[in-house]
């Protein structure tokens, strides 16, 4: 997991909780916390924050990864704004993952693992969408989804449909706007 992540989550626990709550989780966790934006960390320090936020928060840790992805887009948005400047809408962004921001993080982040998303439009007007990662992070995917809505002014309803969580090999969204 590329450092940037990790400044991203300090960021997002920091702004809501406070410096001290990130202190709390990295003590819990048994980490130093010195993540610099493009080294390459394991996935189970993400994973062991999350986990101890958890239970700090009696929140289940998909909730706290959602959660994550909301709050991680606005701060993507300050750091990087050539990424939503090309965008109108939360739909244009998101179907650009795969062909442009994906390939900008490869570039500003050597050796980052990126998941794969795959898009299609449903007969019922929907943009479904497929997600597949080793990492199976699928909920803070979804919270990016939320977050790019918020970020450009819309609202979404996103049903998932089948999880790798649940023994499904692809963790399937279907994504709907409305008005």
Same mark, same amino acid.
């Given at each position: 997991m590329k450092g940037v992540i990790f400044n991203l989550l300090e960021d997002a626990v920091s702004a809501e909780h406070g410096a001290e709550a990130w202190a709390d989780l990295l003590d819990l966790a048994a980490l130093d916390?010195? =993540? /610099?934006s493009l080294g390459s960390y394991p996935d189970a320090e993400l994973l062991a924050i999350v986990d101890h936020a958890s239970i700090m928060l009696a929140a289940p840790p998909a909730q706290i990864l959602r959660w994550f992805g909301q709050r991680a887009i606005? *701060? *993507?948005a300050e750091r990087f704004p050539p990424l939503f +400047? %090309? #965008?109108k809408s939360a739909r244009s962004f998101i179907l650009?993952?795969?062909d442009m921001i994906h390939p900008?993080?490869?570039k500003l982040y050597a050796g980052a693992a990126c998941p794969r998303f795959h898009f299609h439009d449903t007969d019922d007007g929907r943009l479904a969408m497929a997600y597949q990662s080793r990492r199976q992070l699928c909920h803070l995917a %979804?919270? /990016?989804i939320d977050g790019a809505a918020a970020h =450009? +002014?819309?609202a979404i309803t996103v049903d998932h449909l089948a999880c790798t969580h649940h023994g499904d090999p692809v963790c399937r969204l279907a994504l709907g706007? #409305?008005?």
């Open positions: 916390g010195s =993540y /610099f606005p *701060l *993507l +400047g %090309h #965008h650009s993952v795969n900008e993080v490869r %979804h919270g /990016f =450009y +002014g819309e706007w #409305h008005g």
